[in-house]
């Protein structure tokens, strides 16, 4: 099936720096969300977008829906080291109710 | 709110034997289901959707003789992993789409399934 890019791969950051991920699709995609992963446990869910253009926040988190409905950016600032983990984007096709997900972002905060 | 458990968290079995993972929706009503599989260091994969009181959708290359889901209440979906084999050791995670609002999916916590 169909996945959708997501870069960088893996990301060694200090902690109190800022990152940024971003996933991109060849496809047109209805909404975008962003998960979280930790080790042995099921992804948390931590922004969802629903149109074009919108940009949300939720703490030091903020993602937007890129306005071509292609792409879309996750942001995180000043990291703290609860940070650590896998990110992974993931949209629907308008109509679609199953969640394709990108290939995922490691995280790791050195100290 | 919107909270999903699975059960059990982590299963050891010997080759051969059938094995059933619980997906519970807590806190909300779920007309929609979907099971997941996760090998290591990799992406999610949609294993299949499962549908309140109907039959399961099992994506291409999934054996839905080998992989039997009942989702049998707006709460309850399970997954028998059938005659397991160590090839099917793998993070079973069930998702729950929540039937009102953006129906959002939300996650359980997985299962490790370890096929001696």
């Known amino acids: 099936g169909q996945q959708l890019n997501q870069s960088p791969q893996s990301m060694f950051i200090q902690e109190g720096e800022d990152v940024s991920m971003n996933c991109t699709s060849s496809?047109?995609?209805?909404?975008w969300l962003w998960y979280k992963q930790d080790p042995g446990e099921g992804p948390v869910l931590l922004i969802a977008?629903?149109?074009?253009?919108e940009l949300t926040s939720n703490g030091r988190l903020t993602a937007q829906f890129g306005i071509t409905r292609k792409d879309s950016f996750l942001n995180i600032s000043a990291s703290i080291p609860s940070d650590v983990g896998i990110y992974f984007c993931?949209?629907?096709?308008?109509?679609?109710?199953?969640?394709?997900f990108g290939t995922g972002t490691r995280l790791t905060i050195i100290p | 709110g919107a909270v999903v458990s699975q059960h059990p968290s982590r299963v050891i079995c010997k080759s051969g034997t059938s094995v059933k993972i619980e997906c519970r929706s807590l806190?909300?009503?779920?007309?929609?289901m979907f099971w997941y599989r996760q090998f290591p260091k990799k992406s999610l994969m949609l294993m299949a959707t499962?549908?309140?009181?109907?039959?399961?959708?099992?994506e291409q290359g999934v054996e839905k003789d080998k992989f039997l889901i009942n989702h049998a209440s707006l709460t309850l979906s399970t997954l028998t992993v059938t005659s397991a084999h160590p090839e099917d050791s793998s993070f079973y995670i069930c998702?729950?789409?929540?039937?009102?609002?953006?129906?959002?999916?939300?996650f359980g916590p997985g299962t490790r399934l370890t096929v001696l």
């Open positions: 998702s729950a789409r929540n039937s009102g609002g953006a129906g959002t999916q939300y």
């Open positions: 496809s047109i995609f209805n909404t």
């Open positions: 977008l629903y149109k074009a253009g």
């Open positions: 993931a949209g629907h096709f308008f109509g679609n109710e199953k969640l394709t």
């Open positions: 806190d909300f009503q779920a007309t929609t």
């Open positions: 499962s549908n309140e009181g109907s039959k399961a959708t099992y």
